[in-house]
């Protein structure tokens, strides 16, 4: 009888572990102003002379709205 208890919740046991160190620590992110900039940086590149110089414009922006929420996030 304690085998069939015990089972289910070793299964679910990594998946509470994670949920609980998780929110532990859990605080904001603070990357609005990487929204705002993307938003800049896309009018920016919507306003570029040819497609291929608004194409890699745009390209530009996501590459850095990434760095800038993995900054944000990670703190480094």
Request: proline fraction near 4%; include cysteine; aromatic fraction near 18%.
């Given at each position: 009888m304690a085998s069939?208890?015990?089972?289910p919740l070793l299964h679910l046991?990594?998946?509470i572990g994670a949920l609980v160190f998780l929110l532990a620590?859990?605080?904001p992110a603070r990357?609005?102003?990487c929204f705002q900039d993307l938003e800049s940086?896309?009018?920016r590149a919507a306003i570029t002379d040819s497609y291929w110089?608004?194409?890699?414009t745009?390209?530009?922006?996501?590459?850095?709205f990434v760095d800038c929420t993995r900054r944000a996030i990670i703190g480094r």
């Open positions: 069939t208890f015990a089972r046991a990594p998946i620590d859990a605080q990357a609005v102003m940086c896309y009018f110089s608004m194409w890699f745009g390209l530009d922006c996501e590459l850095n």
